[in-house]
Structure formats: C-alpha cells, structure tokens
C-alpha cells in the first residue's frame, strides 16, 4: 500500500532555498515514479518536478526549470525536491505524488496530504 508522507515545508524569504521530502513510508521498496505537484491559493494545481523510478530521467514545469531539483534515494524509499531562489509566486501547498506507470507528470495515481510552503517578499 503507497502511503506518501511529505516534510519540509515552511516560511521563506523570497530568495532562499527550501528542501522538500517525501517518503513512501507503506511499502519497503518502491519501484514508481515520483514527483511534486502544487496548488496555490485561489489557482489550479500544477506539475511542479517528476523522477523516473531508476533517477535516471527528471522533468520539470517552466515555471521551477533551474530553480528547483529532484532527487531520490531509492535505499530509503524517498525523493527530495531542492528549491532555491525562491519566489512569492512559489507559495503553495506541495503535494508528493507517485505513478507506477506514465502519469507522473500529469495525473499521478497517489499523493499525499501536501505541506504548506510560504514565500515572503
């Protein structure tokens, strides 16, 4: 049972860095893809990064392209979003997914309960 449990977030000044993580605590190994989505207030949600289940392969939305990096540690059964030079815009509740097919990026088929990031101007 997928079982996504997402921590790190917080409240930021615009221009810092902020690292979020995820952990598929349900099952001991995973074999699915995993991402980020995010909704801000008042807007739709949006597909923030994706990683193969290999690491070998990574997407990103245009708005966090070179800005933000994920990462994943399969050893640990978890994947981590970098995100620096943070923005106002940035402020959302993220949300950890996970896709064991090719929906990571766009409809993935579990998520968890998501964790508030605030970016202050």
């Known amino acids: 049972q997928v079982r996504l449990v997402e921590s790190g977030g917080g409240v930021v000044q615009a221009g810092g860095s902020l690292k979020l993580s995820c952990a598929d605590s349900?099952?001991?190994?995973?074999?699915?893809?995993g991402g980020w989505f995010r909704q801000a207030p008042g807007k739709e949600r949006e597909f923030v990064a994706a990683?193969?289940?290999?690491?070998?392969?990574?997407f990103y939305g245009d708005s966090v392209k070179g800005r933000f990096t994920i990462s994943r540690d399969n050893s640990k059964n978890t994947w981590s979003l970098q995100m620096n030079n943070l923005k106002p815009e940035d402020t959302a509740v993220y949300y950890c997914?996970?896709?064991?097919?090719?929906?990571?990026?766009?409809?993935?088929?579990?998520w968890g309960k998501g964790t508030l990031v605030t970016v202050s101007s």
């Open positions: 997914t996970s896709d064991p097919d090719g929906k990571i990026t766009s409809a993935p088929r579990y």
């Open positions: 349900g099952r001991t190994r995973s074999t699915f893809h």
């Open positions: 990683i193969s289940w290999s690491g070998e392969n990574t």
